[in-house]
């Protein structure tokens, strides 16, 4: 595997939840050179189980300003950065014909979903966007076609709105094994709610739904309460579907 890894984070909301895209251009542009080297040395590997493939060795939302290495790295993360790892994930299920691994860090205390007490374990924010996808989020990935607006905003890198749309909405599907679609929608938006035709789900369908949000996003789980959890509700489907603002949406029905 050819071995990248990349940070995100930004003090501003929709910088911060659309930084993660910056790692599905650095993909996208790995996997170019990773065929430029097959080119350049006339390497014609027809089978996907010999190419190379990418390993995303390290990800995560952090900011080194704010949680300084030397004084132990401990973020304390908020809805925004829980949407953030939400993109994150988006993007490697997107990528996933060229990412053959992707290693958050980390998984307990630092930067880490997963925090330690004297009381016990707490669950942050970002905790419950990976739970879903490490649950959920198996098979293969279907390719989604969306139309929506764009935030034209300044940008985390800066050089992320030169070159990839920043959307709205960012989304990522999958099929698993015993056929239930998985869809996945993170609305970046923090005061607009979405009604959206979710074309490919059948009229009728039973459709379990799970939302991650909270009451705005700046809201942690590190004081002492959950402000953010993963909450499930059921759907039939008919007519369009509300994404609720800042908020990360699974929607699982069978095919």
């Known amino acids: 595997m050819h071995s990248i890894h990349m ?4 003090k501003e909301h929709l910088a911060n939840v659309a930084c993660p895209l910056a790692s599905e251009r650095a993909i996208e542009i790995t996997a170019s050179l990773i ?3 097959l080119i350049t040395n006339k390497v014609d590997i027809r089978n996907p189980e010999w190419r190379p493939t990418i390993c995303f060795d390290e990800w995560n939302v952090w900011d080194p300003l704010r949680a300084i290495g030397s004084e132990g790295a401990e973020e304390t993360y908020t809805l925004s950065d829980a949407l953030a790892v939400g993109v994150w994930l988006n993007v490697f299920v ?4 060229y990412v053959g ?3 958050i860090a980390q998984s307990v205390n630092v930067i880490s979903p997963l925090m330690t007490t004297k009381d016990g374990i707490v669950k942050q924010t970002t905790w419950w966007p990976l739970w879903l996808f ?3 989020m198996q098979g293969t990935t279907l390719s989604v076609r969306l139309g929506c607006g764009v935030w034209e905003g ?3 890198p800066a050089w992320l709105g030169g070159v990839a749309d920043t959307p709205w909405l960012d989304v990522s599907a999958c099929v698993d094994d015993a ?3 998985n869809l996945v929608v993170v609305n970046l938006h923090e005061e607009k709610s979405w009604e959206v035709e979710l074309e490919g789900v059948p009229a009728g369908a039973d459709v379990e739904a799970w939302t991650v949000t909270g009451k705005d996003v700046t809201v942690t789980n590190m004081a002492g309460k959950e ?9 039939t489907a008919k007519g369009e579907y509300r994404f609720p603002k800042h908020s990360m949406t699974m929607l699982r029905w069978k095919a």
């Not at 940070?7 to 930004?10: I, K, L, V």
């Not at 997107?94 to 014909?97: E, L, N, S, V």
């Open 7 to 10: 940070y995100s984070a930004s």
């Open 35 to 37: 065929d430029l080297a």
């Open 94 to 97: 997107r990528q996933a014909k």
């Open 101 to 103: 691994m992707a290693c």
């Open 134 to 136: 490490s649950r959920y």
């Open 154 to 156: 300044d940008t985390q």
């Open 179 to 181: 056929g239930t679609v």
């Open 227 to 235: 402000e953010v959890v993963a909450k499930k509700d059921n759907w």
